[in-house]
């Protein structure tokens, strides 16, 4: 074959590099042709500066570029680097890429690469993002990045110690390279998942014509990960127990999932104590499109009480796509001293690297103490109140110290009613106030017209029973009632007492 039929075919190739060039080289041809060794700059780039932090990347060689020739008729072949201690993975790899055609990887010791590129094995259309992406070529490195071992010895090239913003610039001998990332717990970060293995090489044809002096650009194949979680459509909220909520989690489909054989998109959950989750109401979304249990994602309950909840079919999804997780759960417990924070944190294991996020649901409670008209506790009274969003109503009972507690609420306003009150105390005079939560702090206001409850407090509040009028408080309305009664008692006498007198003089 004639070096420049030769080139023909490696311009047609070299296209696929989209915007990367072939540096020039010092080295004086010979008649069996010189390899290129003057350095690239290869420059990475992200549309985050995430994708970049902490990136290392194992840069294998697998093809040089020859020179043929001197100045104006200077023609470049390729051929396998000869850092490649074994040609077997590059063979294995191409035949992968070839599978399904008519093209037969040659066994006739030629070299592999030369023959690859001059028969347009790897050749696809012009990448924008500078790597090789075809489906071919997506079958040549998956299957060679299972083999770097017979690739020679990596040069390991860290972006995030060149990275400068959303792009990081290193320098190479020109070639042809396999970038694999160096290694997942150095090369990632938390927010961004590990690179996708990419074939880049330096070198760009343009009407023919080779410029060896083009920079090589390629994307990155890599993206962030983040995900949002929350409670009632907020981070913080308060709820009181026996309460429904309802959980959000969203994240965006991955991008480059395509280059994958096998994708991992799994959501872990951990609810704190103090809640049940509903597990028949998780639902998950992608866009607008409701995704099948058991078809396009499983939840499996592990038995450290958190759970799992794993997109099978991430692969299938629109890159970019919103997904919404959400479920209801129910607030269960109330702390000891009549507080709780019920905590709920969600990882996201996006293929490699994680993200989290967490959200608080508070709630708290009062306590007041039931007296007799003297301040001596006492034991016996039954209290009511009403919880939004609770069927039924809370109850609790004066202790033998005449502690009454209510525990596990959110903050909002609640109406006190006496609804039981002690043998030997009037049974028609109870207690009725309210009590105002507000972000875990509590304030009493009596309402009741006997003044069994004091008017504004919000320490040491006492509640008391009487076991007559006579005993009822002479101030306030209390005062103004029992008044009232007395007067009305005695007019009552006084009118009794004016008949009976009449009576007696007729």
Do not use: C, H
């Not at 042809?176 to 997942?184: G, I, K, Q, S, T």
């Not at 969600?346 to 007041?368: K, M, P, Q, R, Y």
């Amino acid at each position: 074959m004639k070096m420049r039929k030769l080139f023909a075919g490696i311009a047609a190739a070299a296209t696929l590099l989209g915007g990367m060039a072939l540096g020039a080289t010092s080295a004086q041809a010979d008649g069996s042709g010189t390899v290129v060794k003057s350095d690239v700059n290869f420059t990475f780039t992200a549309q985050d500066a995430k994708q970049l932090t902490n990136r290392k990347l194992d840069a294998y060689k697998i093809a040089d570029y020859v020179q043929y020739g001197t100045g104006s008729n200077a023609t470049y072949g390729v051929q396998t680097a000869g850092t490649v201690t074994d040609n077997s993975g590059i063979k294995a790899a191409l035949e992968a890429a070839v599978a399904g055609t008519n093209k037969t990887v040659p066994t006739d010791g030629g070299d592999l690469m030369a023959w690859a590129l001059a028969e347009g094995v790897l050749s696809v259309d012009n990448s924008a993002d500078g790597a090789w992406n075809n489906s071919a070529s997506r079958k040549f490195v998956e299957s060679l990045k299972t083999t770097t071992d017979k690739l020679g010895t990596a040069e390991e090239v860290d972006l995030g110690a060149a990275a400068n913003g959303t792009s990081a610039t290193v320098t190479l001998p020109a070639g042809l390279y396999l970038f694999v990332d160096a290694d997942y717990s150095v090369g990632t970060n938390g927010a961004a998942t590990p690179s996708i293995a990419i074939l880049v090489g330096s070198g760009n044809v343009k009407d023919g014509v080779l410029n060896p002096l083009t920079e090589a650009t390629v994307a990155i194949k890599n993206q962030t990960t983040a995900v949002t979680k929350k409670v009632n459509g907020e981070d913080v909220i308060t709820a009181s127990v026996g309460q429904k909520v309802t959980y959000t989690i969203t994240s965006k489909v991955p991008q480059n999932t395509q280059y994958y054989s096998d994708y991992g998109y799994t959501y872990t959950d951990t609810p704190s104590a103090g809640q049940t989750v509903d597990f028949d109401s998780l639902k998950v979304t992608v866009g607008d499109k409701s995704l099948n249990k058991g078809t396009d994602y499983t939840v499996a309950q592990n038995k450290n009480g958190t759970f799992t909840v794993t997109i099978s079919s991430i692969q299938k999804q629109t890159a970019g796509a919103l997904i919404t997780v959400t479920y209801a759960a129910k607030v269960t417990e109330a702390g000891a001293s009549g507080s709780k924070a019920v905590t709920n944190a969600v990882v996201l294991s996006d293929n490699g690297a994680e993200a989290t996020d967490s959200t608080t649901i508070t709630n708290s409670g009062f306590s007041f103490t039931k007296t007799d008209a003297q301040g001596n506790p006492l034991a016996g009274a039954t209290f009511t109140i009403r919880v939004p969003g609770v069927d039924g109503s809370f109850t609790a009972t004066s202790d033998k110290t005449g502690t009454v507690t209510f525990k596990g609420l959110a903050d909002g306003t609640y109406e006190v009613n006496e609804t039981t009150v002690p043998n030997g105390f009037q049974q028609s005079l109870k207690a009725k106030f309210n009590v105002i939560i507000e972000n875990g702090e509590v304030k009493f206001k009596g309402t009741d017209v006997w003044g069994l409850a004091p008017k504004e407090s919000s320490d040491k509040y006492q509640v008391k029973n009487v076991k007559n009028v006579t005993q009822l408080p002479l101030t306030g309305a209390a005062g103004t009632t029992l008044f009232t009664v007395v007067a009305l008692l005695v007019a009552g006498a006084g009118v009794a007492v004016a008949l009976k007198s009449r009576q007696r003089m007729r």
